[in-house]
Each structure stands twice: as structure tokens, then as C-alpha cells.
């Protein structure tokens, strides 16, 4: 363990946190980054995603040696978006969906099973099929373009966290209270369950047990990405911290419709900040009181954020969304701008997924001295650490006691 973490080797780590069609934003920030280290090869020895963000991940990952190529393909499938290609949005669709849930409920399940999921995600599975080879993930960890890759899932059975991971067989498992990290010949099925967000879409089996969305008991998103080796890490959410409330005054109650949105936002991105936060506390602990912390290590980290409410953003374009897809939030209560939440995790809409990367872009650009110093391995005093802090937008952090024990 060392106390001073500018006298140990950098390893610079990328998360990617879910978010749906917000993590076209992802795909932004990446442009920016890949403009900004134009001659540096992938800059990111470990990578770790959940939900949607684990397929930019995956990605990027079984193409660390191409890596500005990736991007630019990555860029090149957001841009290129629209519902159909991740989920059945037609007429007939969606209709025997819902005839099939009402049929369900009416028999007290006893004519039909209930159903798995409110969408079906057979269109997106078709397409990451065709467009991931995982076995350029074992070719680069082979050659060394990067040290490891992560996707999180969460089990429904054991109530944990699994980090499914590939890495240098110097990587150890690990086992914590509430996670877990299993190394494994990582493919489609474990990008599956980690996309399969509860309610929303079907649940995916790894090893005997269904899993579903990673964010779904993440109480230590940070945690994997510090467990396989990375000493600094680069944060791509997909919530603004200056998010505004849609619709300020409600004459009605929110529908279903409107809470499963209030539900995503705390899903995908609450409990990266309360990480963040407990993990600073530690961070200090293992500068000034190393004793006070044994086995924890000092672990940097920036966030970046959407700079304008994607919500808002959303509200712009419901009308791109498909006749059976606004129907479905009509009839969810949440009509027009109450919808705008939900929508803009929904939206795989060319208009919308744009927008995003054109914001993400500019973000990057407009903070790119700072990801530049992060990611090039510029030491990181207690002052510019606290400077950042006041700012809101970057935190310093450590791992957290027991469950982030090195």
C-alpha cells in the first residue's frame, strides 16, 4: 500500500455508465477524446461498462489496437440510430405485448405466463451480433493493448453485482458483500444481461442464474474498474448535474409511465455520485492516515457530465419517436413533456442520439486541457483536487473499506 499516489505507476481506467439512448452522449465525449489524443493509441489499459454503456465498452475494448477507428464506428452506429434496430416498436408488436400482459393478469397467470419483459430486444441482439468480434478481445490483451474489460450485470437469484471480466491471468476474483468479480470468456450473452433493464426488456442466463441490467445493484459502480488495476479513472454519465424539472407544475399525479423515469435516472447514475462521494472521504484517509485504511489505494478520478438536461433535449424530438412508442407513454401517463424523461432513454432516434454526440463533443473539447492532463498522467496535487471538487464536476477518489479492498 502507498500513501502517495503520484509515487506508483498510472493506470488510466475508463467506466461507462448506463443510460439507454443518453449514452449516445458517450459517444460524444469519445469523439472529443480521440480529436484530442490524436496520436496516442488507446489510452485506456482498463475498461468497464454497464447497461448501454457496455456496449461502447465492448467496443472499444476488442478494438483497443484501432482505437480511434472504434470510436469513429461507434460515432457512426449512435448517429445512425432508430428504435427498431434496438427494440419492436411496431403495431402488431407492441399490441400483442400488451394483449399478452392484459391476458395474464386477467387469468391470475393461469392461461398465459407473464410475460418477461414490456419490450422485446431481439433487434438489438441481431444487431451487436454482427457488429462485436469478441475475439479481438483475447487478441489485444494478448498483445497488450490493453489490461482488462468489465461488464457488470446483476443477478436476480443472489441479489449481487458481477463484474464479468477478461484480464491478464494475473487478475484475481474477487468477493464482496454486495459484488462480485468472475472472470469469464466474455461474449454476447454477458453484453446482453448487462443492456436487459428490469421491467423493460428480458432477462438474460449466465451460468444457471437470469441476470439483468448491471446499474440494478451497483452500490459501488467505481469498485471493478479499481479491483482489475486502475489507478485513474475516466467517468462518463449520462445526468446532468444542472438537470431541470420538464414540466415545473403538474396538474395531474405522474403515471407509471413518468416514475419509470424517475426510476432510470436513480438506476443509472445515483449511486456513481454517493460512491464518488464516500470514496474521497477514503481517498484523504489513505494520503494523510494510511493506517486508518488498510488495503485501500488512492484512486483518481473526472467525471464528465452532459453540460444541458437531456431530458429537455428529448422533449425536442418526441415527435421522432415511432406512432406505437408515444402511444405507449400516453397511455403511461406521461403525454407530451411529462414524457420527456422516459423518452430520453428510449429515444434510439438518429435527431435525438446527434444532438447528444454533438454535446458530448463539445464538452470534451471545452474541458480539454483537463482530460488531456488526466489521461497523459499529470500529477494531480491536493489543491488542484480540491479545486475540481468546489467545481462539482470531478472528485478524488479511494477505494471503500471492505468493498473496495485492493
Partial sequence: ?????????????LVLTGGGARAAYQAGVLKGLSQLLPQL??????????SAGAVSAAVIATHAHRWHAAVAEIERVWAGFHVDQVFEV???????????????????GWL??????????????????????????QRGLARGDLDALALCASGYSSGKSVAYFAA?????EWTRRQHLGRRAALNLDHLMASLAVPLLFPPQQLEGEFHGDGAMRQLAPLSPAA???????LIIGVRSRQEREVVPVQAAPPGPAQLLGYALDNLFMD?????????????????????????ARHVDTLLMQPSQDPA??????????PRSLRAFLRVGGARGARGARLASYLMFEAPYTQELIALGYQDALARGPELVAFLTGADLGEEDGAQTQQRGETDAVGERGEDHAG
Avoid at 405466463?113 to 479481438?136: E, F, K, V, Y
Avoid at 491478464?168 to 484475481?172: L, Q, S, T
Fill in 227 to 233: 479491483h482489475l488495476g486502475a489507478t485513474r479513472l
Fill in 112 to 137: 398465459v405466463d407473464p410475460p418477461q419483459s414490456l419490450l422485446s430486444n431481439r433487434p438489438l441482439r441481431q444487431l451487436l451480433q454482427h457488429s462485436i468480434a469478441w475475439q479481438g478481445l
Fill in 271 to 295: 449511486q456513481v455520485y454517493a460512491d464518488q462521494q464516500q470514496m474521497q472521504r477514503v481517498n484523504l484517509l489513505v494520503r494523510h492516515v494510511p493506517q486508518a485504511v488498510p488495503g
Fill in 312 to 321: 429537455a433535449i428529448a422533449q425536442r424530438h418526441i415527435s421522432c419517436l
Fill in 41 to 50: 493509441a488507446n489510452p485506456f489499459r482498463v475498461i468497464v461498462g454497464t
Fill in 90 to 108: 411496431g403495431a402488431w408488436p407492441m399490441l400483442k405485448a400488451g394483449l399478452h400482459w392484459v391476458t395474464s393478469l386477467a387469468s391470475g
Fill in 168 to 172: 491478464d491471468a494475473g487478475v484475481e
Fill in 1 to 13: 500500500m502507498l500513501s502517495d499516489p503520484s509515487s506508483r505507476p498510472q493506470v488510466p481506467g
